[in-house]
């Protein structure tokens, strides 16, 4: 009976993540269509540079998230499953901290927090003074070029699959920072 009852626990964990996904994923392109058909350009009106990769960024992570839970499923105790089948909250949460994490790290990237070969590069090109010009740089800034984009979308999935990931980053900053304020005469 155990097996029986963990397949069937599985099976509604499984299916309330592709729904939560499914729905999100249309949610945001429904919402990114919205926005794109609101604000396009008039053929009189000089058409803006616009880039919507703060919503792929979070997708991915989204996207990472969601594979992260679905391969951990079947190592889950029966009791766990039966929990996490019965709550929505519990479900999502990966998934959306996933997100999350991504955009996270896409700040971290930005701000030059991280840094090196394997990560994308922007350019310091946007002076951020208030809340107009910070709604400028999300939809402006991205990295500075299509390899880039790729390492950013690339980490942001690294970012949801791993729920650790970004945490760790975070302390171990914190932790160099703290040194280096204790050196300091």
Request: charged share 15%.
């Amino acid at each position: 009976m155990s097996a029986i009852e963990r397949q069937q626990y599985l099976q509604k964990i499984t299916q309330r993540l592709v729904t939560f996904t499914g729905a999100a994923l249309v949610l945001i392109a429904l919402g990114l269509y919205g926005f794109i058909k609101i604000n396009s350009c008039d053929p009189a009106e000089i058409c803006k540079e616009r880039s919507y990769l703060v919503l792929l960024v979070f997708v991915s992570g989204l996207l990472g998230g969601f594979v992260s839970i679905q391969q951990r499923l079947p190592s889950i105790e029966l009791d766990e499953l039966k929990v996490l089948s019965s709550s929505w909250v519990s479900i999502t949460l990966i998934p959306i901290n996933g997100g999350i994490f991504a955009l996270v790290l896409m700040l971290m990237f930005a701000g030059h927090i991280i840094q090196g070969q394997l990560f994308p590069v922007y350019p310091d090109t946007f002076a951020i003074s208030d809340a107009k010009t910070f709604f400028i740089w999300l939809e402006k800034a991205y990295p500075e070029n299509g390899v880039d984009i790729a390492k950013l979308l690339f980490w942001s999935f690294v970012a949801g699959f791993s729920e650790r990931f970004v945490p760790q980053i975070i302390r171990k900053t914190s932790s160099e920072i703290i040194e280096e304020k204790q050196k300091q005469p």
